[in-house]
């Protein structure tokens, strides 16, 4: 069973409006973290932002948002006021359980946006 | 900021050749970890690494080996190439903390062709 889903394999929005990509998770953990990573074109990876499970307020990092609804086992990313250059591949992530070394990390199939001018 | 580079962007190798992937973290991370990522399939485990010479395998490690005999340094080989082995190749680090975020950090990637 796919631990990261990721339903929207492609979404166009259009500048300066705010934009929702979808991921959930399943995992029998009780402690786990989400992340959620930026590939542009380039290849590079870029990590956007971190939830971690018992965190009580969604996290924020500038213009993205993380909303996540822990009995849905939801954890969309929120883009606001969004930019020619937020097009790119978005990978939701997820690191389940602690004390581990960090092998325990799955990654979704990935949404590729498309900001339209 | 946490830096993660890698030897190279783009690398051109024919088949049977020895291949060198060197990554370097400037963080002082314990975990170090080698991806391969293909259109369909997402990113994909080979190695990791939690502390100088210590590895463990991940999902795919056929027909890879990895080194790390200094701590900023993992390096994945691959003995004799393959066409099957082309792909882009991504490096990360990450801190081991008790309450972590963990967060992996990742390099530019590499994007090998195997011929």
């Known amino acids: 069973a796919q631990k990261i889903t990721q339903t929207q394999p492609g979404m166009f929005v259009q500048e300066k409006e705010a934009v929702t990509l979808d991921c959930t998770y399943d995992?029998?953990?009780?402690?786990?973290?989400l992340f959620w990573y930026k590939q542009p074109s380039s290849g590079e990876m870029i990590f956007l932002i971190y939830?971690?499970?018992?965190?009580?307020q969604n996290a924020t990092e500038g213009r993205y948002s993380l909303n996540f609804q822990k009995a849905r086992k939801s954890a969309n990313l929120v883009i606001s006021a969004s930019q020619l250059g937020d097009s790119a591949m978005y990978f939701c992530?997820?690191?389940?359980?602690?004390?581990?070394?960090?092998?325990?990390?799955?990654f979704g199939p990935g949404t590729r946006l498309s900001v339209l001018p | 900021d946490v830096k993660v580079t890698q030897s190279s962007r783009y690398l051109v190798k024919r088949t049977g050749e020895k291949v060198f992937l060197e990554c370097v973290q400037d963080?002082?991370?314990?975990?170090m970890f080698w991806y391969r990522q293909d259109p369909g399939l997402g990113l994909r485990l080979i190695y990791f690494?939690?502390?100088?010479?210590?590895?463990e395998k991940g999902d795919i490690p056929e027909g890879y080996s990895v080194s790390r005999e200094k701590k900023e340094r993992f390096s994945l080989i691959l003995e004799s190439a393959s066409t099957n082995q082309t792909s882009m190749y991504l490096c990360?680090?990450?801190?081991?903390?008790?309450?972590?975020?963990?967060?992996?950090?990742f390099g530019p990637g590499t994007r090998l062709l195997v011929l």
């Open positions: 990360a680090s990450s801190l081991t903390e008790s309450e972590a975020q963990e967060t992996q950090y």
């Open positions: 995992t029998s953990d009780q402690s786990y973290g």
């Open positions: 939830q971690g499970s018992y965190d009580e």
């Open positions: 992530a997820m690191r389940e359980g602690e004390g581990n070394y960090g092998q325990n990390f799955v």
């Open positions: 963080m002082d991370h314990e975990n």
């Open positions: 690494s939690y502390d100088v010479k210590m590895k």
